[in-house]
């Protein structure tokens, strides 16, 4: 890697305030605010609105779709064709 040309990487806080997540990880994002961690260190902090935390697929809490229903639907409105 060429020196000079990369963004400097530092400890930065990730928090999902929807699902009440945050960790710590190393990152080229920049932040205004700050929040004191765990270990009595303050880390500049960046607001995430989904994560794994609160995403539905990793939740459990994704909507089943009806595909039967759907496939009815489609055949009431456009009839079976005769193949």
């Given at each position: ?9 530092r400890?930065?806080v ?25 270990d ?44």
């Amino acid at each position: 890697m060429k020196h000079g040309i990369h963004p400097e990487s530092r400890p930065v806080v990730f928090r999902d305030k929807a699902g009440d997540l945050a960790f710590l990880t190393r990152s080229t994002a920049t932040a205004d605010r700050t929040v004191v961690w765990t270990d009595g260190r303050s880390y500049p902090v960046v607001d995430v609105e989904i994560s794994s935390a609160s995403h539905p697929f990793y939740t459990g809490r994704a909507r089943e779709l009806d595909t039967a229903g759907r496939v009815e639907r489609f055949r009431r409105r456009y009839g079976r064709s005769a193949g």
